[in-house]
């Protein structure tokens, strides 16, 4: 089970932190990611960390904005947003897979989402 959590309002070029808890005793076997979907359109992919080696993906659109991390001792998944923008506004999903990121097609489990709001 993933519960996310952090989002909110902010003004644009501020700074928020998503975090995602994962129940469970092997969350470091997991590869971990974040989405969003923002009203109308699909959802897309934001930033991904592989559990095996904590390589990291990041979308062109929040590279050297945004940062994902995680800590294994507390089962948690982060997203440090910086530099925000109105496009960012969105609904954020964390989601886990037991593969490697490169090899993901279809992420195992979705948490639910929590809303960013970026004011202009």
């Known amino acids: 089970q993933l519960q996310a959590s952090g989002g909110g309002l902010v003004q644009a070029g501020g700074s928020l932190r998503l975090s995602c808890a994962a129940s469970g005793r092997t969350f470091s076997r997991y590869s971990m990611g974040w989405f969003r979907q923002a009203p109308g359109k699909e959802r897309e992919f934001v930033a991904a960390?592989?559990?095996?080696?904590?390589?990291?993906y990041y979308a062109d659109s929040v590279k050297g904005r945004f940062t994902i991390s995680r800590d294994n001792a507390k089962n948690t998944v982060y997203l440090q947003m910086d530099s925000l923008k109105p496009e960012d506004t969105a609904v954020y999903y964390c989601?886990?897979?037991?593969?490697?990121?490169?090899?993901?097609?279809?992420?195992?489990?979705w948490g639910q989402g929590t809303q960013v709001t970026v004011s202009s």
């Open positions: 960390t592989s559990w095996s080696d904590g390589s990291t």
């Open positions: 989601a886990a897979s037991i593969l490697v990121v490169q090899y993901i097609v279809d992420w195992n489990y």
